[in-house]
């Protein structure tokens, strides 16, 4: 019986369903990583993953900064360099393993999942109030 990599708890909840539910997917994709490095998976299925991944982190950034847009959330500034940030490193970390220069390790995995944990416990956290005033829940 596999360990999960991560737990998805409350504690990662920001209250807002659509986020919540997006969040849990990347947890459940950094969970799928770690299970098929520790299979040692072939290369081109991890690569597969960690293109889902990049792909997906995407499309749930671009998800909070609609909203952020929308509702004119004052943080949005600070979460939009953050976003930046990781997408850049991810895409760099993507290439240097795509071209066989970068191992897929475990430093690489507790990055990830400190990344995404620090950033929804610290940041996105806050955003969950001021959505909920507005509405959306």
Do not use: C
């Amino acid at each position: 019986d596999k360990m999960a990599f991560i737990d998805w708890s409350d504690e990662l909840s920001v209250q807002v369903a659509e986020i919540d539910q997006q969040h849990q997917k990347l947890v459940a994709m950094l969970n799928e990583l770690h299970d098929a490095m520790r299979e040692k998976k072939a290369k081109d299925a991890l690569g597969r993953i960690i293109k889902g991944l990049v792909d997906y982190a995407g499309t749930h950034f671009a998800t909070e900064e609609k909203y952020f847009d929308q509702y004119g959330y004052p943080g949005a500034a600070t979460q939009r360099r953050e976003h930046k940030e990781f997408v850049a490193k991810v895409s760099e970390f993507k290439q240097g393993f795509d071209e066989g220069r970068l191992m897929l390790s475990m430093d690489v995995m507790d990055f990830l999942e400190n990344w995404l944990v620090t950033h929804i416990q610290g940041s996105d956290k806050k955003y969950g109030p001021f959505f909920n005033e507005k509405g959306l829940r």
